[in-house]
Each structure stands twice: as structure tokens, then as C-alpha cells.
């Protein structure tokens, strides 16, 4: 059976494309994004986290924390009195995730839903995630795929018969800005969305707009273009900026990049959503 590497499962989800869904969040991720809210999804292996509110400073890890990368060990966890530490990250076969899916059945025909594939990002466990979308299809099971684009095309489209929409990120027009925002340009990104356009799949571009990073005229139109170019992208959808991500990052022991620390306003919000839709025709929805 084919394992892959998962940060979580989450249950009766209703963001992650049409109706209720099974969403599997992966481990690992090739990109750095500067606001990224899921920071343990990004290396692909289980991670040792650390929540200081619960920790009674009793001594009894030692030398935990001078444990600087996987692997880390269920002792580590089990040996905290306080349970001040846990493991992000756990293997699950594909057959294992489909039969949580099946429990779910009578709730995906209801609502039209089904599974979806999240990050970190798919591709980057690009035969796990070819082999789940697989066995869905042989059981009548709905997916979707959440992805950066960033990765390998020919897996890309191997995905495409077993895929109902592909929720794909569009985080930055401009190359080196995404460069600069993610730690590589989005000339592979563009090219993989030019092919799914290119074999008619159905595209759903999700924008992250992060204020003083990202939330430019020159991307919000750059969005709308995009859009206008591309005649399978059928919606777009804003992600806003949150910042709720700190929280994660003290518990890697990781030092948070420097962002805003509060929501963008929901008048800004919808600003950004008028600016795209202003020069394109297609959906422009604020989730």
C-alpha cells in the first residue's frame, strides 16, 4: 500500500472547493511563501512542536530542543508530563484515507462535495497523491486538488482525468516579486496553469492577498488578466491576508517573517475584489 506523508485530515470542510469535504492536508512544500499560515506543512517530514503555554519548565525533555530537524520520536511526546509537545506529521496509506472518504459518502452526494488534495503542496508527493485521486475514481469519489503549480508537469497532467476542479494558487504576477515572496519565480507555475488550460480542466484561481506585500494595482490587475487569457479559469477567488500563523511559528521555535498583524478591513477587502473584477468578466468571489 502507498503511504504518503500528512500533516492532517480534516473532516466536513466546506473551503476547500464545492460542498462538504474530506480535505487531506500533505507535508512538504518546495516554495517559502513569506505568509504562509501552515508552517509545519513545509518540510516533508514529522516535526517536533513545542506549545510553551503548556510547559512547566519541570526538565524532564533535557536536551529536546536542541533537536534542530527530523526525525523526532514518539518518546519525546510521551515523556512530557504537561503534553507541552507534540508531533506534526504522521504516514497514511491512500486505501486508508478513502475509507475515512467512504464514512462520508451520503454527505458528499448531499452537498456535491468529496475529497480534496491540500498542502503543503500535492506534486510535491506526486505518485501518493496519482495513486489516491485513482482510487477515489474507482469508487465514485469527487476530488479536487489544491496547488502552488510548482512542480512536475507531466504528473500535473497525468492528474487531469481524476481531478474536478484544480483549486490553483496565483500568489504574485511578477517574477522576481514571487521570487522574492516564495523563494522561486512563477515561470513553471504559469506554464503548468497555460496546461491544464491547454487540456480543459476546470481551474478555480485562489489569490492570496497579503496587504504591503502583494495587494498592488499592478497584481490586482495582473489577476484579471490572467483570468481573461485563460478560458477554463472559472472563478476567482480572494484569499485575504490573516495572521494567525504566529502561533505556529512558536511552536517550530521559528521566527515569523515581518507582516501586518491584523486582518485587512472587509471594506479593503472588497476594494481589492472591485479592482480585479473591474477588468475581467469572470467571477470574482470572496470566499
Same mark, same amino acid.
Given at each position: 500500500m502507498m503511504e504518503g506523508n500528512l500533516l492532517k485530515l480534516e473532516h466536513f470542510a466546506s473551503h476547500d472547493g464545492p460542498g462538504i469535504r474530506l480535505v487531506v492536508f500533505l507535508k512538504g512544500c518546495p516554495l517559502r511563501c513569506r505568509w504562509c499560515h501552515t508552517p509545519e506543512s513545509q518540510h516533508p517530514e514529522p516535526e517536533l512542536l513545542y506549545q510553551q503555554e503548556k510547559c512547566l519548565h519541570c526538565g524532564v525533555c533535557g536536551n529536546i530542543f536542541e533537536k534542530t530537524?527530523?526525525?523526532?520520536?514518539? +518518546?519525546?511526546? /510521551?515523556?512530557?508530563?504537561?503534553?507541552?509537545l507534540k508531533i506534526a506529521g504522521f504516514r497514511m496509506s491512500a486505501e486508508t484515507i478513502i475509507a475515512e472518504a467512504e464514512k462520508e459518502r451520503i454527505f458528499f452526494e448531499e452537498s456535491g462535495g468529496g475529497l480534496t488534495i491540500s498542502g503543503g503542496e500535492p506534486l510535491f508527493?506526486?505518485?501518493?497523491?496519482?495513486? &489516491?485521486?485513482?482510487?477515489?475514481? /474507482?469508487?465514485g469519489i469527487r476530488c479536487c486538488v489544491e +496547488?502552488?503549480?510548482?512542480?512536475?508537469?507531466d504528473a500535473l497532467k497525468s492528474w487531469i482525468p481524476y481531478v474536478e476542479w484544480f483549486l490553483f494558487d496565483w500568489k504574485e504576477t511578477d517574477p522576481e516579486l514571487h521570487r522574492r515572496f516564495t523563494g /522561486?519565480?512563477? $515561470?513553471?507555475?504559469l506554464r503548468n496553469l497555460n496546461l491544464l488550460? $491547454?487540456?480543459?480542466?476546470?481551474?478555480? &484561481?485562489?489569490?492570496? &492577498?497579503?496587504p504591503g506585500v502583494n495587494a498592488r494595482p499592478d497584481h490586482l490587475k495582473g489577476i484579471a488578466r490572467l483570468a481573461e487569457q485563460l478560458d477554463h479559469v472559472k472563478e476567482i477567488h480572494i484569499e485575504p491576508y490573516h495572521p494567525l500563523a504566529?502561533?505556529?511559528y512558536r511552536q517550530l521555535r521559528r521566527e515569523m517573517p515581518s507582516l501586518p498583524k491584523e486582518f485587512p478591513p472587509p471594506a479593503v477587502v472588497e476594494a481589492w475584489r472591485r479592482q480585479i473584477a473591474e477588468f475581467t468578466a469572470k467571477p470574482v468571489i470572496i470566499p
Open positions: 530537524a527530523p526525525p523526532v520520536s514518539q +518518546t519525546d511526546v /510521551e515523556n512530557c508530563p504537561a503534553g507541552a508527493q506526486k505518485e501518493f497523491c496519482f495513486s &489516491l485521486l485513482r482510487l477515489a475514481a /474507482e469508487r +496547488t502552488s503549480g510548482f512542480g512536475d508537469p /522561486e519565480d512563477n $515561470r513553471l507555475i488550460n $491547454r487540456e480543459g480542466a476546470s481551474i478555480i &484561481l485562489r489569490c492570496p &492577498l497579503i504566529a502561533g505556529h
